[in-house]
């Protein structure tokens, strides 16, 4: 019995559920993420879609309309919102609460709350995604993405680039105060380059070169790109897999479990 | 005598390994900065046994049990768990040995009964979540959220889920501190329970009367060293060194009068009583001391000497002593 103990120590893989089961629990008993990364977006997306100016088509925006403008849009602020400000935060807490150091005394590797942590993440940013989309097609009559394979791809890049983004604020944050001031430092400038604020077709070019390096930025045009028909250009897929590995190894490299 | 000598070591070695400890530490030692929080620690602790760790605030205790269950890496020395290096042999130790930390918590808003399920899916051969929770006093909390818990409950939450892997070592790190009374019995109840099946549990502790109802043996720890290490009932023979006599005196007198007896070891004076420490017939002849000098006292108390005063002791005698290695006046 104990031989064979000592032969595969590990935790059972049942015990990844029960944390995934229990950091969804939380997400949806403190539900400021879900309100604000799902219910915030899909407000604005509904008083945007009852502007009728907003649904006119522009010769501005390269013959679209605001509102089809928007929608990339307020899919990355679903992400960012999330991965900036709903992933660190517990992550911190949890280290400043001794959460991870009384976990690193069981079988059960600390990281694996990590990944829990993505897993809860990732599907509420999943579920917006589709909410968003769903309710512009069937609600205000948008056009239904026409490369879904972009469309995948380039969510996917964006969900990866944003976590290790929000992976690194919570390593390089001592207390869940100095997490929140990282996040806004990171999240404004963030969302004005997606053009939350200002769409960037509106904006001189200076600003749309720079949003085109910035994560959400390049978010919003591989996302634009893929609803339009077109498989993503390189350029936005590549920015946004740099800020992947660029930000992920510095999570990796400086998370603190203590 | 040859064939003595081996037959003698053949019967050892089954022994031997029967009585493999539990723990092993050997010349711990660990330092933040210019501070010493463990110096020189060796201390060996048998299967089954429940071994008490004592000592005041900041003695080094905590950061005793923390380089040995692995969350803290000593500057030199070793720790063994029944065998296995707590750093090196990290996944095994952890399959082994329940830790309940004196700081730790969890997030506000899940429930008692969640909180024990996730814990419970960690380990292979989990204990009975309805038992654990029953014998401490949990059951009727099992929907509760965590934030709701009282300081107690929260207390003993920890120990339940230190104890849900059925470990073969606990390591409780104030188990009891604010818990009520009620409450505090009902634990030792059960940390005696787990230990008749065989648990070996280390329980660092302040509370004198727990040591003295649940150890086997007590490690007195103070200035990060060892100061004594016996039974409890050993540890207060080894502290007594004689009887203590109190009494209020009618009139004040020198102190030399009753330190040049022989039998006093010790004369102090705690507010209008006098504490006097020795040996042999120590109440005859501080009356007659007194009486010389026209003296009587009154109020006369002799105690008895228990774990308590081992701890106010030994422990005290550990100040003067580091003191006096500083080059301070004691």
């Known amino acids: ?258 | 005598m040859r064939t003595l000598t081996a037959s003698r070591g053949s019967e050892l070695r089954p022994t031997a390994a029967a009585t493999r400890p539990a723990v092993q530490i050997t010349h711990l030692r660990k330092t933040y900065g210019p501070l010493v929080a463990v110096d020189d620690v060796s201390l060996s602790v048998a299967e089954g046994e429940i071994f008490g760790i004592l000592g005041p605030n900041g003695a080094g205790k905590t950061t005793a049990v923390e380089c040995a269950v692995g969350l803290r890496e000593p500057d030199a020395g070793t720790v063994r768990l029944l065998g296995l290096d707590p750093r090196a042999d990290r996944d095994e130790v952890h399959e082994i040995v329940g830790v309940q930390l004196q700081a730790s918590a969890f997030p506000a808003k899940l429930r008692v009964g969640e909180i024990l399920e996730e814990y419970r899916s960690f380990y292979r051969d989990p204990a009975d979540t309805g038992e654990l929770v029953e014998a401490l006093g949990l059951a009727g909390k099992r929907r509760d959220y965590y934030r709701s818990l009282s300081g107690g409950q929260r207390q003993r939450l920890s120990v339940a889920l230190a104890l849900i892997g059925r470990p073969r070592i606990a390591v409780l790190d104030e188990m009891t501190t604010g818990l009520d009374p009620q409450a505090r019995r009902d634990a030792w109840e059960l940390i005696e329970r787990v230990r008749d099946r065989g648990m070996t549990v280390v329980l660092v502790t302040h509370f004198m009367e727990e040591a003295e109802r649940l150890c086997d043996r007590v490690a007195l720890i103070d200035h990060g060293r060892i100061v004594a290490l016996d039974t409890p009932v050993g540890l207060a023979a080894q502290a007594r060194g004689g009887k203590t006599v109190r009494f209020v005196p009618s009139a004040p007198f020198e102190d030399r009068l009753l330190t040049g007896l022989p039998g006093v070891t010790r004369v102090e004076h705690q507010g209008q009583h006098v504490v006097v420490t020795g040996t042999g017939e120590l109440v005859n002849e501080l009356i007659l001391a007194l009486h010389t000098v026209g003296v009587t006292a009154r109020d006369v108390q002799l105690d008895a000497s228990n774990l308590e005063d081992a701890f106010v002791r030994l422990t005290r005698n550990g100040t003067q002593l580091h003191q006096e290695k500083n080059g301070e006046p004691s």
């Open chain 1, 1 to 258: 019995m104990s031989l064979h103990m000592l032969a595969r120590p590990r935790a059972p893989r049942a015990a990844f559920g029960q944390i995934v089961r229990n950091e969804a629990r939380l997400a949806w008993r403190q539900p400021a993420g879900i309100i604000v990364g799902i219910g915030v977006s899909l407000l604005l997306l509904v008083i945007f879609g009852s502007i009728s100016v907003f649904r006119q088509p522009s010769s501005k925006l390269g013959g679209l309309s605001a509102f089809d403008i928007y929608i990339p849009i307020l899919i990355a602020f679903s992400i960012g919102v999330l991965a900036l400000t709903y992933l660190p935060g517990p992550l911190v807490a949890y280290r400043e609460q001794g959460v991870l150091r009384r976990l690193s005394t069981t079988p059960v590797p600390a990281s694996w709350v990590l990944a829990a942590q993505f897993a809860v993440q990732a599907c509420l940013m999943v579920i917006a995604v589709l909410l968003l989309i769903g309710v512009s097609v069937v609600g205000y009559g948008a056009i239904t993405p026409r490369n879904p394979g972009g469309l995948v791809l380039s969510v996917a890049l964006a969900i990866a680039a944003l976590f290790a983004i929000g992976l690194s604020i919570a390593a390089a944050a001592r207390t869940t105060g100095a997490a929140r001031g990282l996040m806004a430092l990171a999240f404004y400038p963030l969302m004005f380059f997606s053009g939350l604020y200002v769409p960037m077709q509106m904006l001189p070019g200076v600003f749309q070169d720079v949003s085109h390096v910035t994560p959400l930025g390049a978010a919003v045009v591989a996302i634009g790109d893929s609803m339009l028909g077109q498989f993503p250009p390189a350029e936005p897929l590549l920015v946004m897999a740099a800020y992947a590995l660029g930000f992920g190894y510095l999570a990796k490299r400086f998370f603190r479990w203590e």
